[in-house]
């Protein structure tokens, strides 16, 4: 379950979050429960720099993580920029976003087409098993 945390803006516009995710709804579960992703114990704040612009970030989670997605946001912010004749920071913003959400919406559907066909072949497999256990019944065992 991904644990919402409130995000301090530089403008002071409440009612922002940053939603967290545990390392293992993310699909990686390290060795020892500290990886990258993991959600830490106490909240810290990180400033990170986005487009030019910094950001206080108050979240449970590794500082590195923190600034890791804050660089993928710059680095798809600065992608728009490079594409289009907009020099509006927010509708780049947007335009990222919508970039953003693309490759989430993308990932999904990939990753359900993938469980799609590994619960079809789990399905063909378990008929297998049943008709193979259902001649072994039918087929007379050697009397010894």
Not at 34 to 42: A, I, L, T, Y
Not at 117 to 132: F, I, P, R, T, Y
Request: charged share 25%; glycine share 4%.
């Amino acid at each position: 379950m991904p644990q919402v945390v409130p995000v301090i803006e530089q403008y002071g516009v409440s009612g922002c979050n940053l939603t967290v995710y545990p390392s293992s709804s993310l699909g990686v579960v390290p060795r020892n429960g500290k990886g990258f992703f993991s959600v830490d114990e106490k909240r810290q704040t990180v400033r990170v720099n986005i487009f030019g612009e910094e950001y206080p970030v108050t979240a449970p989670a590794k500082a590195d993580y923190i600034h890791h997605l804050a660089d993928y946001v710059d680095k798809k912010m600065r992608e728009v920029t490079a594409r289009t004749q907009s020099k509006q920071p927010v509708r780049i913003a947007v335009l990222a976003a919508l970039n953003i959400a693309h490759e989430l919406f993308s990932e999904r559907r990939e990753k359900d087409l993938q469980l799609s066909s590994v619960e079809g072949k789990a399905e063909e497999l378990l008929v297998w098993m049943d008709q193979k256990l259902a001649e072994d019944l039918e087929t007379p065992q050697p009397k010894s």
